[in-house]
């Protein structure tokens, strides 16, 4: 960069007059006084730079003439300021100038230095300093020191200069964190930027172990307050942090967790709100096994527990705005509400995947009461330590309040299925009764050429918008344990949807064509668990080509596994789920058709990999083929007599490999009595 003649320029006064040499320094003099040994000069020099600075707003433009000044100053000389500035003593009233004017100029020169200097060493190695400052200075410079730092973590290299300093050197910023908001998002900036170039476990482990103490700090310095900021915060933190940073069994979950309860119970206002729903929500999705334990249940016995409660405030949450979310996809505040309503949506998948659970415990402990009634009444202490343990890690919610409680999530997502018919008609099927053709040409007019029928987010359609996915979560759980039949013809009315999603998530997961496609398909397939138990959603399924889109993707995971070493396990409990899906499919049907048939032949001409050994991998794989040899078995079962007789080799075939993989099941396992099922079945 060329750097101007600075000797030329000089101080200007208000009216825009030149002074005399008597009135004021050129800026040449400035530089002189502060290029000398004399810390009294320096001193003077920078408080003239600063006043000059302050009241020469054409001199802030003067990017070469910033940068000479800049380079003028001695980094030692700042940081002695402010070393000095920190101490305490009978100088003190001089010392707090010192501080003042030192960190007057850090903030000046970050705010005017162009964005290349902003990452030399001279301007972000102050940061150290700085950040131990705020302990002596004053309110108003400490809010200075608050924005200069937050300019200075905008720059990677000054984000990574403070993701290195050493938790005391974090603590007196986040002492103060409750009265200052904007330390919060210094941190979030230096967590995110300043750990990009992170390598190795090594240096990964102790950035994580770091961040797990700052947040413990935080979340100590934050009670007593409401923690709006700081739930917001450990939200953001935990959705946008490299995952390999994220703490691991954290000692703060329950802390967090009694902010949330104290937040949420004491009249929240919308921040509140948004802040409780946002971090529960994160929380459940990073910590799935110890969230629910800390946030749903209660110590003792109550007539309206908190989770009854807490639910309660979530689904009024959502049956509140999802009228009128839809008109409001491309206004400024859609990306916050829809983070938060896809919050609200994770806490009630989480609440009704618990709830499902107990509902199983209870079962299970009215059977072991009825075993324990036909054997001795002795049990023992250990047992009945077991018994209390249990019975401390249930919902304890009276039935009626359950009840209630189910009919309201049950109302919930009727509404919010509604919703999603409303999203994907805009955005994809246009409007009613309309042929797809009538939208295949633009509308042109001066502003551009346009489809003019779709509705939709302008920076995402409805397949890439978190929510959707949500919202398909919590209603497949719901429609595939719940037996009401209701929300299951309701939810058949999205089988179109349903599909296509599929089908995306299958072309853009095993292409990689789309980085920001959500996967959809096993949130898909839980749903159809349930909606394919009447006859709506069978005659739906049939409509939209269900048995072909799930079949290819079944067929593609059977031939993988004959080939790949590095099947996902995912994949395999994906291609167990659309074997159970289809299975469902051929019992409503009694008759196999034809077309179907096609599996029969893709399994006979299965290859069997070599055997992997006793490990978790090779018992997935193993169940996965099991329960496609059973989904052939059964198309067999159902067929005709002479398309029996037309695929009677492909049934041999299917026969010689379940005697294969029955060599490899254990003698009392269930893959072995499945497998004794299919032989027989084909015999």
């Known amino acids: 960069m060329d750097i101007p003649d600075v000797s030329r320029l000089q101080v200007q006064n208000d009216d825009g007059n030149t002074p005399g040499a008597s009135q004021a320094p050129s800026i040449e003099k400035i530089q002189q006084l502060l290029k000398t040994k004399d810390d009294t000069?320096?001193?003077?020099?920078?408080?003239?730079?600063?006043?000059v600075l302050d009241n020469s707003p054409e001199l802030q433009d003067e990017k070469g003439v910033i940068v000479s000044l800049w380079n003028s100053i001695s980094p030692k000389f700042l940081d002695r300021l402010l070393r000095t500035g920190a101490q305490s003593g009978p100088e003190q009233?001089?010392?707090?100038?010192?501080?003042?004017?030192?960190?007057?100029?850090?903030h000046t020169f970050a705010v005017l230095l162009p964005n290349e200097a902003k990452q030399d060493a001279k301007l972000i190695g102050r940061i150290p300093r700085l950040a131990n400052a705020v302990l002596h200075s004053s309110k108003e410079t400490t809010q200075v020191i608050i924005e200069t730092l937050l300019t200075l973590v905008t720059v990677p290299e000054g984000a990574k200069v403070f993701v290195d300093l050493d938790l005391d050197d974090w603590t007196p910023l986040i002492e103060i964190a409750p009265e200052h908001s904007h330390i919060l998002t210094i941190f979030i900036w230096a967590w995110e930027r300043g750990t990009a170039s992170l390598e190795g476990e090594?240096?990964?482990?102790?950035?994580?172990?770091?961040?797990?103490?700052?947040?413990?700090?935080?979340?100590?310095?934050?009670i007593g307050t409401d923690a709006t900021s700081l739930l917001e915060f450990i939200s953001h933190v935990l959705r946008n942090l490299d995952e390999r940073l994220i703490p691991r069994n954290p000692k703060w979950l329950g802390s967090v967790a009694k902010l949330m309860r104290n937040l949420s119970t004491n009249r929240p206002n919308a921040a509140s709100r948004s802040a409780y729903t946002n971090c529960a929500g994160a929380l459940l999705l990073i910590y799935p096994e110890?969230?629910?334990?800390?946030?749903?249940?209660d110590d003792g016995d109550s007539s309206k527990p908190f989770s009854y409660l807490f639910i309660n405030?979530?689904?009024?949450?959502?049956?509140?705005?999802?009228?009128?979310?839809?008109?409001?996809?491309?206004?400024?505040?859609?990306?916050?509400?829809?983070?938060?309503?896809?919050?609200?949506l994770d806490i009630l998948t989480a609440f009704i995947g618990q709830l499902l659970a107990w509902m199983e415990e209870l079962d299970d402990d009215d059977d072991d009461d009825d075993r324990s009634k036909s054997t001795s009444g002795a049990t023992s202490t250990q047992q009945q330590q077991q018994q209390q343990q249990q019975q401390c890690s249930r919902l304890r919610m009276p039935p009626e309040l359950v009840l209630k409680l189910s009919a309201s999530i049950a109302e919930t997502l009727s509404a919010v299925l509604e919703y999603l018919r409303d999203r994907w008609d805009?955005?994809?099927?246009?409007?009613?009764g309309l042929h797809?053709?009538?939208?295949?040409?633009?509308?042109?007019?001066?502003?551009?050429?346009?489809?003019t029928?779709?509705?939709?987010?302008?920076?995402?359609?409805?397949?890439?918008d978190a929510f959707v996915l949500s919202a398909i979560r919590a209603v497949a759980l719901w429609v595939r344990d719940d037996d009401g039949d209701v929300l299951r013809k309701e939810a058949a009315g999205l089988m179109d949807m349903f599909m296509e999603l599929y089908q995306n998530s299958s072309i853009s997961n095993s292409a990689a064509a789309q980085p920001n496609a959500l996967d959809y398909r096993l949130p898909i397939l839980a749903a159809l668990e349930g909606v394919l138990r009447t006859s709506r959603g069978i005659e739906a399924f049939n409509s939209h080509n269900g048995w072909g889109i799930l079949s290819a993707d079944l067929l593609r995971i059977l031939e993988d596994s004959s080939t790949s070493t590095s099947l996902l396990e995912t994949e395999l409990i994906r291609g167990t789920r659309i074997a159970l899906v289809l299975q469902i499919v051929i019992e409503s049907e009694g008759r196999t058709p034809e077309d179907w048939m096609g599996v029969v032949t893709a399994v006979a001409a299965y290859d069997v990999p070599a055997a992997g050994g006793e490990t978790r991998d090779a018992a997935a794989l193993l169940g996965f083929q099991v329960d496609v040899l059973q989904l052939a078995a059964a198309l067999l079962a159902n067929a005709s007599q002479g398309m029996r007789r037309r695929f009677v080799h492909s049934a041999g075939a299917i026969r010689g490999i379940a005697e294969q993989l029955r060599g490899r099941a254990g003698e009392e396992s269930v893959a072995a009595g499945t497998l004794e099922d299919v032989l027989s079945t084909l015999a």
């Open 93 to 106: 009233k001089n010392s707090k100038d010192m501080l003042d004017l030192a960190v007057a100029v850090i």
């Open 436 to 451: 797809p053709e009538a939208r295949a040409g633009d509308a042109h007019s001066a502003l551009g050429s346009r489809k």
């Open 313 to 344: 405030l979530v689904l009024a949450d959502l049956r509140a705005t999802l009228p009128s979310l839809l008109e409001k996809l491309n206004d400024p505040d859609y990306p916050r509400i829809s983070q938060r309503l896809t919050s609200a």
């Open 426 to 432: 805009a955005s994809v099927a246009g409007a009613a």
């Open 453 to 464: 029928l779709a509705w939709d987010a302008k920076d995402e359609g409805a397949a890439t």
């Open 41 to 51: 000069s320096r001193f003077v020099g920078l408080a003239l730079l600063k006043s």
């Open 290 to 297: 110890a969230t629910p334990q800390l946030l749903f249940l």
């Open 202 to 222: 090594q240096s990964r482990e102790a950035v994580r172990a770091k961040i797990d103490k700052g947040i413990q700090a935080f979340v100590s310095s934050f």
